[in-house]
């Protein structure tokens, strides 16, 4: 039950940080002052903790030696260290607009690897 529950959580909190991401990618990429309200910088937090925490608790259950969970460790920082250019680092707006295609497409990897249980993703 609360296995169940936890996945849930983390799958909800997933969807709900992409989007997150995304928007304020745009919102960088735009310049626009939204990227700076309080709400823009607390609530990805927010979701990212429960995401990671709920991510945790699955991974001790199914067993930190599959080799797809390190995939997707792996994976995880390299979404965050590109991510950051993609809202804060990135120099120019190109750059971060590139950053956050790059980040979209690790965050793929990453639920490809969770879907199909392989480290390869979506090419396994």
């Known amino acids: ?3 169940t529950s936890l996945k849930h959580l983390h799958v909800t909190a997933a969807v709900l940080s ?4 995304v928007i304020r ?3 960088s990429v735009k310049g626009s002052a939204l990227l700076h309200t309080k709400f823009a910088r607390i609530a990805p937090h927010i979701i990212d903790t429960l995401l990671l925490l709920a991510g945790i608790y699955l991974a001790s259950v199914v067993g930190w030696h599959q080799p797809w969970i390190a995939a997707k460790i792996l994976g995880l920082v390299l979404y965050i260290g590109v991510g950051t250019f993609a809202i804060k680092r990135g120099k120019t707006p190109g ?4 950053a956050a295609v790059v980040a ?6 990453i639920v490809g690897v969770a879907l199909t249980k392989q480290p ?5």
């Open 1 to 3: 039950m609360i296995y």
């Open 18 to 21: 992409i989007v997150f991401f």
């Open 25 to 27: 990618s745009y919102w």
């Open 95 to 98: 750059a971060r607009a590139v």
């Open 104 to 109: 979209i497409a690790v965050f793929l990897y």
């Open 120 to 124: 390869m993703s979506w090419l396994a």
